[in-house]
């Protein structure tokens, strides 16, 4: 199990409820409760945490994971950081 180290989970914050987050596991869980009553639990992938809301996780699940490398990919065809024309 990953720990996250405590200088990375004193500035962490839950994107819904803005309130501290504390390690419980494999996962990050909210010091407070969100709108629902209930504590917002976000994993922990190979050491990073997750921190989307909880409806944005399945739009997340289904994108293709190249797209997260298009930005690396375009910034190695284009070093000077201009956009391409």
Do not use: F, W
Not at 28 to 43: P, Q
């Amino acid at each position: 199990m990953p720990k996250i180290s405590p200088e990375l989970l004193s500035v962490l914050r839950c994107p819904v409820t803005g309130s501290a987050l504390v390690q419980e596991g494999e996962e990050l869980v909210t010091a407070t409760a969100g709108g629902n009553g209930e504590k917002l639990r976000y994993t922990i992938e190979d050491g990073i945490p997750l921190l989307l809301p909880p409806e944005l996780l399945p739009a997340a699940a289904a994108a293709p994971s190249d797209q997260h490398d298009a930005g690396k990919r375009a910034a190695r065809h284009n070093p000077a950081g201009h956009a391409a024309t």
